[in-house]
């Protein structure tokens, strides 16, 4: 500094504030570039890519459906982030959440004693159809009723003339002890199995639409194509975010793009809370397969596998991990499936890889009952809708499935009325012939 001489230090003083301003103006450009950079400012709307066969049920449900063909529009300001999307419905999950009111239902479980419990909700009015028409549906990971997206999707089915009945994943719900050292895994289908045959039994009248959410699709999927009678009094099938594969899922898991290991570390947070939650009663009752020293692993655990590894599998006693995933993924049971299925996903959910994506995408170039629809933005589970910033209550995951169950009821509506016109005629034809004969 004692270099400068004055006139050099004169100046300087002028030039300060020209400088600040410069910087100051550097540093306001660089933010901006940042913020349209990581919320994806520049990205534009577009439809979901739809994929599937051209069949006369595929040709009616697009016309029918125009959410489908139409472009999803995500709010302004964060939406086209899929981290955001992600980020909210994991923290908050939706906003304005109403409380729908549904009687908790308790099923023994004929394996192992273990006891499965659902929400009921009743339908709020007829629906469109007049037909009884019932929501199986299973949330995501560790999840039940009680969660915000949830609640906002079983409110609008309500309200659309759908009884709701949702499973709460073994060991998910607050307050609820185990009766058997197992809780939920990525692929068992015995307690959404036991809930469906309840409704069946309990409503023999009414048709199913069967739902699936996140790790709940691959769920659903797996139950579906698992028994061919699974399909029985199924109008149709739609599955939103699932990974299809488990073993694919693995390896993408540990990667760094998109932050998925940070997910999946968050992820494995709440699942250890979960399971610690339950580690006196997975530990006490007899018959476990867990041990001391899994619950110590586990303790140890930051990503999902490691869990499922030292825990998960050995509710169902795999030996491996890779059985595990290998037996309790729907890919080998999905192309099973007959009934109308809708598979949603989004480009920019950052739990799903790309990847990935293959499994729906050739199933639905190869089945004629398959629609896969990829949104652009949404993220996971996410699909906000809303002006600038501040997002609806509805999502447009929320008002897609509706829409395509609604177009499939009027479907088969119209298919089962015009055999019962036919069969009417046939009567007609042969009281006239008796009464003219
Ligand atoms: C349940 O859902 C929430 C999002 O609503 C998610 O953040 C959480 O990881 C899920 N699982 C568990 C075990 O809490
Ligand atoms: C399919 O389900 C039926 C009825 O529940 C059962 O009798 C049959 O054994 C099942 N088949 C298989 C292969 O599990
Ligand atoms: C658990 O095992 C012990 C002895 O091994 C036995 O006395 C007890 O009755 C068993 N409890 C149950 C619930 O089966
Ligand atoms: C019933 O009879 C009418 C004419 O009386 C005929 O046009 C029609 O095809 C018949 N329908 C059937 C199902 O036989």
């Known amino acids: 500094m004692t270099i400068l001489e004055d006139g050099d230090l004169h100046t300087l003083r002028q030039e300060l504030p020209a400088m600040f301003d410069g910087v100051k103006l550097a540093a306001v450009a660089t933010i901006l570039y940042i913020l349209v950079r990581c919320l994806n400012l520049k990205s534009s709307t577009a439809p979901p890519k739809i994929i599937n066969q051209d069949t006369p049920l595929s040709r009616y449900l697009l016309k029918s459906c125009p959410m489908l063909t139409k472009e ?4 302004l300001l964060w939406g086209k982030s899929g981290h955001l999307q992600t980020a909210l419905y994991g923290k908050m999950g939706r906003v304005n959440t109403p409380t729908p009111h549904g009687v908790r239902k308790f099923l023994p479980m004929l394996q192992d004693g273990a006891t499965a419990t659902f929400d009921l909700f009743e339908a709020l009015r007829d629906h469109s159809t007049g037909d009884d028409i019932t929501m199986v549906i299973c949330p995501g990971i560790g999840n039940h009723s009680e969660k ?21 994943h ?9 009766t058997s050292p197992r809780m939920f895994t990525c692929g068992c289908t015995w307690e959404f199995s036991a809930m469906v045959d309840y409704i069946k039994h309990t409503f023999p009248q009414t048709l199913l639409v069967v739902v699936g959410f996140s790790l709940g699709g691959n769920v659903v999927c797996k139950f579906l194509g698992e028994n061919r009678s699974n399909q029985e009094r199924v109008l149709c099938c739609v599955s939103v975010c699932q990974g299809y594969s488990a073993i694919g899922a693995q390896e993408t898991f540990l990667q760094w793009d998109q932050w998925r290991r940070l997910y999946n570390f968050v ?3 709440n699942m250890k809370k979960l399971i610690l939650s339950h580690s ?17 692993q ?3 655990a930051t990503s999902l596998m490691q869990i499922d590894d030292s825990i998960m599998r050995k509710f169902h006693g795999y030996s491996s991990l890779n059985e595990y995933y290998e037996k309790e993924s729907c890919v080998h049971y999905i192309h099973k499936i007959t009934v109308p299925l809708l598979l949603v996903n ?4 950052p739990l799903v890889h790309q990847s990935l994506l293959a499994v729906p995408r050739t199933l639905a170039e190869k089945k004629p009952n398959v629609i896969f629809a990829l949104t652009q933005h949404g993220g996971h589970m996410g699909f906000f809708e809303g002006d600038v910033l501040f997002p609806e209550p509805l999502t447009w995951m929320d ?19 015009s055999v019962c016109q036919r069969s009417n005629h046939r009567d007609t034809n042969f009281s006239e012939a008796t009464h003219s004969g």
């Open 72 to 75: 999803y529009i995500p709010p």
């Open 148 to 168: 915000n997206y949830i609640r906002t999707f079983v409110d609008y089915s309500q309200q659309q003339g759908y009884r709701c009945a949702v499973l709460n």
């Open 170 to 178: 073994l060991g998910a719900l607050p307050n609820m002890e185990l």
């Open 267 to 269: 992820l494995a947070g």
């Open 280 to 296: 006196e009663t997975l530990r006490s009752l007899n018959s476990s397969n867990i041990a001391d020293a899994d619950l110590s």
């Open 298 to 300: 586990l303790s140890a």
């Open 346 to 349: 989004s480009l920019d959910d």
């Open 399 to 417: 008002k897609v499935i509706i829409e395509y169950t609604d177009a499939i009821c009027h479907w088969e509506k119209k298919k089962n009325w």
